[in-house]
């Protein structure tokens, strides 16, 4: 057996495969950089300060439930193939924001406890 390796170092010398390895490391590198400066700026593009979606939900393949901030009023929506519509108007004081992380610490039976809890006091 040949060892490939062993032939073109001892043939051309070290210079050529440490130049061709920091080739393609400089691209891979100009490849990552170009992928995060794409992602800032179609993410500057897109920001809004004034519409925030709050929470989606998705009910089938096309189907959904969001919830939006527009200003300082809340709207439940359901979006589908035909287009989009709003359910409800929601009052912001009566939404209670649960980090995500939070949700998995809680037992279900306490979560049950709680919205059991809310329900009667209403």
Not at 6 to 26: D, E, N, T, W
Not at 56 to 81: C, H, M, P, Q
Not at 87 to 92: A, L, R, T, W, Y
Request: positive net charge; charged residues 20%.
């Amino acid at each position: 057996m040949i060892n490939y390796s062993a032939v073109v170092a001892s043939r051309f010398g070290i210079a050529p495969v440490v130049m061709y390895v920091l080739a393609v490391i400089a691209v891979i590198a100009l490849a990552y950089l170009t992928t995060i400066a794409v992602a800032k700026l179609y993410n500057k593009g897109t920001g809004s300060t004034n519409i925030k979606i709050i929470e989606r939900v998705n009910i089938a393949t096309d189907k959904s439930l969001w919830l939006i901030s527009l200003g300082e009023k809340y709207y439940f929506l359901y979006t589908d193939r035909n287009g989009l519509s709003k359910i409800d108007e929601v009052d912001g004081t009566t939404l209670t924001f649960v980090e995500r992380g939070e949700v998995k610490n809680q037992l279900f039976v306490n979560l049950l406890k709680n919205k059991l809890k809310r329900s009667a006091d209403d």
